[in-house]
Every structure is written in C-alpha cells, then in structure tokens.
C-alpha cells in the first residue's frame, strides 16, 4: 500500500506528461448550497477552472494523451464523439497546443454547429460524420478513420471516447492526490459525474493507493450503471498497472471500491427534472454552473445529511447553451 501523496506522485513522474491544466484546482466551500440541498458539509472541487480550452475535466486527461501521441511520433490526434463533446472541442485545442494536427469523427450528420463543435473547427480539427446519431457509430468509425489516414501516409493516435483510456485516468490518480492534501478529513463521499468514466476510474485507482480514504460515487449520466462500474473498474486497473503498482499488495480495484448510480434521467444530452432542480439551486444559492448533461444530474446525488466532496467536472459551454435557452 502506498498512503502517501508524494508516492503518487513519483509513480505518474515516469510517464510523458503535456502540461495544459492550470493546478491546483480549488476546493472550495458551498455552505448555503449544501443547507439547500441537505448534506453535510459540501465542498466543491473546482474542475471547471482547469483553464484550457473550456475543457474541464478533459485536460488532465490529455496531459498524458497528448504527451503519448508525441512520443509515439504521431502527427495527427484521432477522436471522436457526440456533436457537442467538450472532450473533442479540448483536444483539438491540445492537437494545436502540441503542434498535431486534429481529426475528429461526429456522431450523426452535419449539421448547424454547437459552441464546442465550432470552436474545434475554429482551432482547426477536421471533421468526419457517422451518417448516424447514435453515438456507439463513433466507436466502429473511429479504427476506419486510423485506417485511412494510416494510409494517406499520415501517423494518428487514436484516443478513444471521452479520453477513457488507462492513461487518460492517470491524470485523476493524481487529482487524487491534489485532493488529499487539500481536504482535513477523510471521511466524506466524493460524487463524481460519470460519461465515458476515466475521470472516475483515476479517482478510483488514486483512492486505492492513498488507503482507500474516501467513499467514491459516480453519477452515471451515459451507461447504465452497472455497465459504467466495469468500464470504470477496468479503466481503475489499467491505470494501476501503468503507474506500476503492485496489485499484489492490496492494490487491485473491485465492486466494493466504487459505487455508480443511475444519473441519465431522460436519456444522454437530456436534461432531467432533478438535475434542473440541483442548476438551479447552485446558481441561486452560489453562483455556481452546473451543465444539464453531466454535473447537474450528478449534483441531483448528492447524498442527505453527510459531508461530499463534489467534483465539478465542467461543461462551461453547455451550461451557457442552457442559460441562453432559458433565458427570457
């Protein structure tokens, strides 16, 4: 076992790393938010203010995607995903950071451009449809465009959806550890927005190697739940096994480690009664944003009457697009 912060730490310094996020993240207070909402002491983990490209969460995920496709001598990041993924707008701000070209596959047809989409193109990604909306099409299309460029003599790195990758969760392992020395106490839950799920799963494998301090719960706003837990559980261990720890010294991550519950409503990119309740209170209470996709609905979680760590992952842009609607 590995207990403290600084051992994390030298685990992640062996891999090649792109620095795009501004670190530490606050953690900051949210009393009048956490009386309006029931809990215990509520603490909010400022993500949204990692300062690169609107992206949130996804840039520290790809410090160490970036930092792989350039060691691996390629010269184009491959991804893809929904019309409005914020992963995807903030890779191609990364391509760009890093001097590779961007190439991403969209789910879908083309269509009028949202903020995140538009602002990928601005930063000059290119753009291939799936003819279908369904977001699993990315999946299937995303080795057929490697293909294609592999054979156009160009060098892709494919990333997949989201960034879930071992190595995109070794960005959160080590937020983790940021969080460690910045909480004093250890007995609270931390709720955790769940997509693509390698933000959770780096928060599980950090968790594991701090002694397991903290109750993890993830708000699963894209599987179904226990489909999201494996995704998660899977992702917790290859990142483990990247930052080279010994799983035979209590380190293997299982079910007991993280709970995921089901945070869709309405369905992926729909807003839910509860999750427009929790913006709401937010805004009101502490100026604070919530995106209906993600954080709202995770926000709507929060466990009564005990102290939470709330991991604000972003969504800046769809918390705008939102307000904009709602306005009068």
Not at 6 to 22: D, K, N, Q
Not at 137 to 150: E, G, Y
Not at 237 to 266: F, H, I, M, Y
């Given at each position: 076992?590995?207990?403290?912060?600084?051992?994390?730490?030298?685990?992640?310094?062996?891999?090649?790393?792109?620095?795009?996020?501004?670190?530490?993240?606050?953690?900051?207070?949210?009393?009048?938010?956490?009386?309006?909402?029931?809990?215990?002491?509520?603490?909010?983990?400022?993500?949204?203010?990692?300062?690169?490209?609107?992206?949130?969460?996804?840039?520290?995920?790809?410090?160490?995607?970036?930092?792989?496709?350039?060691?691996?001598?390629?010269?184009?990041?491959?991804?893809?995903?929904?019309?409005?993924?914020?992963?995807?707008?903030?890779?191609?701000?990364?391509?760009?950071?890093?001097?590779?070209?961007?190439?991403?596959?969209?789910?879908?047809?083309?269509?009028?451009?949202?903020p995140a989409l538009a602002l990928a193109r601005s930063w000059?990604?290119?753009?291939?449809?799936?003819?279908?909306?369904?977001?699993?099409?990315?999946?299937?299309?995303?080795?057929?465009?490697?293909?294609?460029?592999?054979?156009?003599?160009?060098?892709?790195?494919?990333?997949?959806?989201?960034?879930?990758?071992?190595?995109?969760?070794?960005?959160?392992?080590?937020?983790?550890?940021?969080?460690?020395?910045?909480?004093?106490?250890?007995?609270?839950?931390?709720?955790?927005?769940?997509?693509?799920?390698?933000?959770?799963?780096?928060?599980?494998?950090?968790?594991?190697?701090?002694?397991?301090?903290?109750?993890?719960?993830?708000?699963?706003?894209?599987?179904?739940?226990?489909?999201?837990?494996?995704?998660?559980?899977?992702?917790?261990?290859?990142?483990?096994?990247?930052?080279?720890?010994?799983?035979?010294?209590?380190?293997?991550?299982?079910?007991?480690?993280?709970?995921?519950?089901?945070?869709?409503?309405?369905?992926?990119?729909?807003?839910?009664?509860?999750?427009?309740?929790?913006?709401?209170?937010?805004?009101?209470?502490?100026?604070?944003?919530?995106?209906?996709?993600?954080?709202?609905?995770?926000?709507?979680?929060?466990?009564?009457?005990?102290?939470?760590?709330?991991?604000?992952?972003?969504?800046?842009?769809?918390?705008?697009?939102?307000?904009?609607?709602?306005?009068?």
């Amino acid at each position: 076992m590995i207990p403290a912060t600084s051992s994390v730490e030298a685990l992640a310094r062996a891999l090649p790393r792109t620095p795009l996020a501004v670190l530490p993240t606050p953690l900051v207070a949210a009393p009048r938010l956490a009386r309006a909402l029931g809990t215990g002491q509520l603490l909010v983990k400022r993500d949204d203010l990692t300062g690169f490209a609107f992206g949130g969460n996804k840039a520290r995920l790809l410090e160490f995607l970036v930092a792989a496709a350039a060691a691996d001598g390629a010269d184009t990041l491959l991804t893809g995903g929904a019309a409005g993924s914020n992963f995807c707008a903030a890779a191609a701000a990364a391509a760009r950071r890093a001097g590779l070209a961007c190439e991403l596959v969209i789910a879908g047809r083309p269509s009028p451009l949202g903020p995140a989409l538009a602002l990928a193109r601005s930063w000059g990604a290119a753009v291939r449809w799936t003819g279908t909306p369904d977001r699993d099409s990315v999946d299937a299309a995303l080795p057929a465009a490697a293909r294609d460029l592999t054979a156009a003599g160009r060098r892709p790195y494919l990333i997949p959806r989201g960034g879930a990758t071992g190595l995109g969760a070794v960005g959160y392992a080590l937020a983790a550890a940021e969080l460690r020395a910045q909480l004093d106490r250890d007995d609270v839950t931390v709720l955790v927005p769940t997509g693509s799920g390698g933000t959770l799963a780096g928060l599980v494998a950090g968790n594991v190697l701090l002694g397991r301090p903290w109750t993890l719960l993830g708000g699963s706003a894209s599987r179904p739940p226990q489909a999201a837990r494996r995704q998660v559980l899977t992702l917790a261990r290859d990142c483990l096994r990247l930052l080279g720890a010994d799983t035979e010294a209590g380190t293997e991550p299982g079910p007991a480690d993280v709970t995921v519950v089901d945070a869709r409503g309405p369905g992926h990119g729909l807003p839910s009664p509860d999750g427009l309740a929790a913006a709401e209170l937010a805004i009101r209470t502490e100026g604070l944003m919530l995106d209906p996709v993600y954080t709202a609905k995770a926000l709507a979680l929060a466990p009564a009457r005990q102290p939470v760590v709330f991991w604000h992952t972003g969504g800046v842009l769809d918390a705008v697009a939102a307000a904009q609607e709602a306005a009068p």
